[in-house]
C-alpha cells in the first residue's frame, strides 16, 4: 500500500487546500476597531465546547477502537487520520450547502459541525473495524460525509426538524451506514471467530479510557451547538442525567445477562455511554428530569441485550458483521432518541418550531439515506482496487504498522501462568 | 469450609441497582422541579468547571487504583459506578436536608457540581475498599457514607459555622478515615492470617498497569486546582486558590520523587510512592489556599505535605498492617488521609482572629475537625459492620484483588 494509499491522500490533501482557497475564508473582517464584538464573544463562549467535543472525537472514539488485541495502534491512528482528513472535507461540504455554493466565513460553530461530521465516519468506522485497508476508509469518509451533509442539510433547514445532540443525524446515520457497509463487505471467511478478534486484559482498559473521555464530556457534546444560555443549560442537566441513569442500568442489566451474575467489559464500555446517545434528539426540549433519567435507563437496557442478543443475530442470520457493535451503542439508542422526540412533542414538552410528522421524517431518512448510501459505497468499496485485507490478516497492526516484535510489555506475566486455569462452574 | 467459587451476583446485584435507579428517578420526579433556575452567570461561567470536576472523579480517580496486577477492570469500572450512584444520591440527600418539602426546588448545574463534590469522599475510601467488596457491597457503603458526609455537612454548618469550601477539604479526611475503618472491619471478619498470603502476589504493581495508575494520577494532578476553587466565589480568592494549588503540587511531585530515591538503598524511586504523594500536596493545600497570601508558604506546605505522605508509605504500613490488621494498598491513608490533616490544622492555625477571641474560636475549630474526624470513623465503623453480614454475598478471600470474581472473560487472554 505504500503508494497507492500515500499518493492518494496527498492527493486528497492538495484537493481540500485548493477548496479552501476557493471557498472559505475567517470570520474576522469586521472587528479591527471593535475590542469585544458578539462574534469574538461568541468564539469564546463556545470554545470551551469545542475543545471538548474535540477530545471526544479524537481520544474518546480513538482509544474506544483499541479493545482488539492486535488492532490497538490501527484504532487509534486511523481514528486520528480519518478524523482530520474528515473535518476539512465536512467543512467544505458543510459550507457550500448551507450557501449554495457562494464562498462562505468559518466561524466556530463550523469547527464544532465540522467535528460532528467526522463522528459519523468514525462510528461507521467501528463497524468495519479490523477488515478494511486504510485506502477504503479514505474512500468512505469521502463518501459518508458528501451523503451526512446532504441528509442534515434536509433535516435541518426542509424538514426543519430538532435535532440538538444528533441521536438521528449522527448516531442513527453513522451506525446504520456502518452497517449497511460492513453487510456488502460480509466475507464468509470471517465468518465464525477469527484468531485476532478478541480482547486481552490491558486492551479493554485501553478502550474504558475511551469510554470514560467520552462519558466525561458527552453533555458538552448534547449542548454544543443548541441555541446560546438557557437551552445549552438544559441540554447539559438532560444529557448528564440520562448518562448517570443509563451506567447504573448498565451495570444491572450486564449482571443479569452474564453467568452467575458477572459483568462484561464490552456491556460497560459501551452501554453506559447510551443514555447520552438516545438523549441527544430531545436534549434541549422541556421535557422532566425524570424522563431524562427514564430515556438513559432505557438506551442502557437495550443497549446490553442488543449486544448480547442482536449482535449473534446479525452476525449469523443477517450476515452483518459489527466489530465494536454500533449498532447497540449508536444504532438503537439513536432510533430510541428519535422516536422519544417524537413523543416529547406529543405531551407538548418542545417549543420549538419542530411537529412530530418532522421528527419522523428526519428519523426516515436518516435512516434511509444511510442505508442507500452505505449501500453504494460498500458496492465501491467491494472492487478490488482498494488492497483488502486477506482473510487471515484481518484485525492485525502488522499489515499496516512497524511493531514491536515482542507485544507483551510485561514478561512476568508469564511467570504467573498457573493463574491462567479457568475455574470450574458448578 | 466455604465454597471456593465466587458466589454468584446474578439475582442480588441487578436487582439492588434496579431497584435503586428507579427510587432515584421517582424521588426526583416529585422531590425536585425541572424548571430551569433563574441564570445568575453566563452559562460558560457556571458549566466549564463540570466537565473538569467529573473528569477528576471518573478517570482520576478510577485509573489510580488501577495499579494492582489483577484488578484493574474493577477498579476503573466499579469507580464509575460508585461516582454515579453516589451524585444521584447527593444531589437528592441535598434536597432533603437543606431544603424544606414544601419548597419548590430546581435542578441546577450547581446542583450536579456540589454532587460530584461530595462523592469525591465516597470514591476515596471506595478506594481503600477495592478489592475485598463487590459492587453491592459497593453500593451500601456509597448510601451511607454520602449520608453520614451529608449530615456532617449540616451539623458543621448549623453548630460550627464552618463554610462550604472548608468542609469540602475536611472530606479527604473523613473519606480517608472511613475507608479506612470500613477494610479494617472487612479485614477482622477474616481469619487472621489468611488474606494477607493470598493478597501478597496480587497487590504487586505490574509495569503496565503501574502506567496506567499514573494516568489517574497525572489527570488528578493537573485539575486539581479547578478542584481546589470550585467552591470559592470571590473572584480574587478563586485566583489565590488555584496559585496555591498550583505551586503546592509542583513542590510536593519534587518532593516526593526526590524522597522516593532517597528512602531506597539503592536510590530506587518507587511508582507507588508517586501515584501517592505526588497529590499529596494539593490535599494539604486545600483547607488553608485562601489564606496563603505568598507563593512560599504554599511550597513549604507542599514540601511537607510530600515528606509526611512520603514517610507514611514507608513507616506506616509496617505498623497498620502488623498491629492494627488494617489493609491499606491504596495507599488513601497518606495520600489523603494524612496531608488532609496537615492542611486542616495549617488551616486552623492560620485563621487570623482578633486577641480577644482567640481562645473560643479556636476551639471551635478544632472542635470541628474531630467532629469531622469522629462522624467519619463512626460512620465508617458502622457500615464496616453492616458489610461483613452474608446478604451481600461478598467475595470469598481467595478472590480478593481478583477481576475473575466479577468479569466474564470469554477468552482468558495471554498477559492475565
Known sequence: ?426 | MASKYPRSLRCCLPLWAFTLQVAFILLLCFLISSDIPQMQQKFMVTYQVIPDLTLMAALGFGFLSSSFRRHSWSSVAFNLFVLTLGVQWSILLDRFLNHSFIQEVTMSLSSIQTGTMSTVPVLISAVAVLGKANLVQLAVMVLMEASAFGVTRLVIKNTFHVDGHIFTMYGHVFGAYFGLLVAWCLSRSLPRGLDEEAQTEKVQMATSSSLFAMLGTLLLWIFWPSFNSVLVEVPNDKRKAVLNTYYALAVSAVTATSMSALSHPQGKINMVHLHNAVLAGGVAVGAPCLLITSPWVAMVLGLTAGLISIGGAKCLPVCLNHILQIQNPGGIHYTFGLPGLLGAVTYILMNKYGIFELPSQLINDFGALSFVLAMGMASGLLTGCLLTAKVWRAPHTSKYFDDQAFWEFPHLAVGF
Open chain 1, 1 to 426: 500500500m505504500r503508494f497507492k494509499f500515500s499518493l492518494m491522500a496527498i492527493g486528497l490533501e492538495v484537493v481540500m487546500i485548493v477548496l479552501f482557497g476557493l471557498f472559505v475564508e475567517y470570520d474576522i473582517a469586521h472587528q479591527v476597531n471593535a475590542t469585544r464584538s458578539p462574534k469574538t464573544d461568541q468564539f469564546l463562549q463556545l470554545y470551551p465546547l469545542f475543545q471538548d467535543v474535540h477530545v471526544m472525537i479524537f481520544v474518546g472514539f480513538g482509544f474506544l477502537m483499541t479493545f482488539l488485541k492486535k488492532y490497538g495502534f490501527s484504532g487509534v491512528g486511523f481514528n486520528l487520520f480519518l478524523a482530520a482528513l474528515g473535518l476539512q472535507w465536512g467543512t467544505i461540504v458543510q459550507g457550500l450547502l448551507h450557501d449554495k455554493g457562494q464562498n462562505f466565513h468559518i466561524g466556530i460553530k463550523n469547527m464544532i459541525n465540522a467535528d460532528f461530521s467526522t463522528a459519523t465516519v468514525l462510528i461507521s468506522f467501528g463497524a468495519v473495524l479490523g477488515k478494511t485497508s486504510p485506502i477504503q476508509m479514505l474512500v468512505m469518509t469521502i463518501l459518508e460525509i458528501a451523503v451526512f451533509a446532504g441528509n442534515e442539510h434536509l433535516v435541518t433547514n426542509i424538514f426543519q426538524a430538532s435535532d440538538t445532540g444528533a441521536s438521528m443525524t449522527i448516531h442513527a446515520f453513522g451506525a446504520y451506514f456502518g452497517l449497511a457497509v460492513a453487510g456488502i463487505l460480509y466475507r464468509p471467511g470471517l465468518r465464525w471467530e477469527h484468531k485476532n478478534e478478541e480482547s486481552v486484559y490491558h486492551s479493554d482498559l485501553f478502550a474504558m479510557i475511551g469510554t470514560l473521555f467520552l462519558w466525561i464530556f458527552w453533555p458538552s457534546f448534547n449542548s454544543a451547538i443548541a441555541e446560546p444560555e438557557e437551552k445549552q443549560y438544559r441540554a447539559v442537566i438532560n444529557t448528564y442525567l440520562s448518562l448517570v441513569a443509563s451506567v447504573i442500568m448498565a451495570y444491572a442489566l450486564s449482571s443479569l445477562v452474564e453467568r452467575r451474575g458477572r459483568l462484561d467489559m464490552v456491556h460497560i464500555q459501551n452501554a453506559t455511554l447510551a443514555g447520552g446517545v438516545a438523549v441527544g434528539t430531545c436534549a434541549d426540549m422541556e421535557i422532566p428530569l425524570y424522563a431524562a433519567m427514564g430515556i438513559g435507563s432505557i438506551a442502557g437496557i437495550i443497549s446490553v441485550l442488543g449486544y448480547k442478543f442482536l449482535s449473534p443475530l446479525l452476525g449469523n442470520k443477517l450476515m452483518i458483521k459489527d466489530t465494536c457493535g454500533v449498532h447497540n451503542l449508536h444504532g438503537l439508542p439513536g432510533v430510541f432518541g428519535g422516536l422519544a422526540s417524537i413523543l416529547a412533542i406529543y405531551f407538548g414538552m418542545s417549543a420549538g418550531s419542530s411537529s412530530m410528522a418532522m421528527q419522523a421524517a428526519a428519523l426516515g431518512s436518516s435512516i434511509g439515506s444511510a442505508i442507500v448510501g452505505g449501500l453504494a459505497t460498500g458496492l465501491i468499496l467491494k472492487l478490488p482496487i482498494w488492497d483488502q485485507p486477506p482473510d487471515e490478516n484481518c484485525y492485525d497492526d502488522s499489515l499496516y504498522w512497524k511493531v514491536p516484535k515482542v507485544r507483551e510489555l510485561d514478561p512476568q506475566f508469564f511467570q504467573h501462568a498457573h493463574h491462567n486455569h479457568l475455574e470450574h462452574e458448578v
